[in-house]
């Protein structure tokens, strides 16, 4: 079966039983970078209090997840019919020195795994256990192609290295069926820069696209319209497709959830299925579902939503 029609029969699936098959899995929440767009679900509310939105901004407990509950974790996504799995959320997940492993775990059980990630933080160890785990994919966030403007963007961080990271990462996944992909988030300010960086991938070998800046700083959007965000119209259906899990078992809805305003349970005390079916949740999901009648119940994170308008 062949990757299209693989979607489709997922989408059909999830239209069918309207629950979710894919998870987004926090290995940890901590950072070594402080972009200043990080917090990308509260960008509205966070820059207009702080200018920025930057990930020192988030107000849950930083940690880092356990083998005890990535175990449980694990078991709960295999009951509950997750088919994909990101290794990643509001972090760096290769500060997590168990990612790797995490990884090796989910595709030996037959999941489908990716993991995005700012490049910093490999080694040599950790790219040779990675390349063991032959994941689906690898996505590098590099935004820019320079040394200036990568450091605008992904405060903290150092464009030589990540580039040398990538090529590292890419030279051990020759002949394996990982992709790897270089992610440029187009700004104002790295525009200039996309053909140079398009051009230093296919150097490496990586694959290159572009994702379009979802607008909350007038002054970051970039000015040619094709690099622009698209966006969706309400209401929301990725509540039906994507489930968020934090480094410490929490289970939020939505991946613009980035600071635990809407934790819907936890796995370390309920199973998934128990909280998806549970009170709390289905009512969110119905608030949602009736945003066209009833904007004004609308939950609040889903409000100055950058995705669905």
């Known amino acids: 079966m062949g990757p299209q029609l693989l979607n489709i029969t997922r989408k059909l699936r999830e239209k069918i039983l309207r629950k ?26 966070l820059t207009a209090k702080f200018g920025n939105a930057a990930h020192s901004l988030m107000t849950r407990p930083f940690g880092f997840m356990s083998s005890e509950t990535f175990n449980i974790i ?21 500060l997590n020195k168990l990612t790797p ?12 795994v990716g993991i995005f990630t700012n490049g910093q933080a490999f080694n040599d160890e950790n790219i040779a256990e990675l390349a063991k ?16 403007t990568y450091q605008q963007n992904r405060v903290g961080g150092r464009f030589d290295q ?35 960086a398009k051009n230093m991938a296919e150097e490496i070998r990586v694959h290159f696209f572009t994702k379009g800046y979802r607008e909350s700083v007038p002054e970051l959007i970039a000015e040619n319209l094709d690099y622009r965000a698209k966006y969706h119209k ?12 934090y480094w410490n078992g929490d289970v939020v809805p939505c991946c613009y959830d980035v600071d635990g305003s809407e934790i819907m349970g936890n ?13 709390k949740y289905c009512a ?26």
């Open 234 to 245: 309400k209401p929301c259906k990725d509540i039906y497709h994507q489930i968020g899990i």
């Open 284 to 309: 969110f999901r119905e608030r949602i579902d009736n945003f066209l009648r009833s904007s004004d119940n609308e939950p609040l994170i889903c409000r100055n939503c950058l995705r669905w308008r």
């Open 133 to 148: 785990a032959e994941n689906d994919l690898i996505r590098f966030s590099v935004d820019g192609a320079s040394e200036e």
């Open 162 to 196: 990540v580039y040398e990271n990538m090529k590292k990462v890419a030279f051990a996944h020759r002949g394996k069926k990982t992709r790897i992909e270089w992610q440029f988030l187009v700004l104002k300010n790295n525009e200039h820069e996309v053909e140079i």
């Open 74 to 94: 694990h078991k709960e996504l295999k009951k509950f019919g997750i088919k994909k799995v990101y290794l990643h959320f509001q972090g760096e997940p290769f």
């Open 267 to 279: 796995l370390n005390e309920n199973d998934l299925l128990s909280i998806w079916n549970s009170e």
């Open 20 to 45: 979710p098959t894919q998870v987004i899995l926090e290995a940890t929440n901590a950072c070594n970078l402080n972009c200043p767009y990080c917090m990308v679900g509260m960008q509205n509310e």
């Open 101 to 112: 492993q995490f990884a090796n775990e989910l595709k030996k059980d037959g999941f489908e």
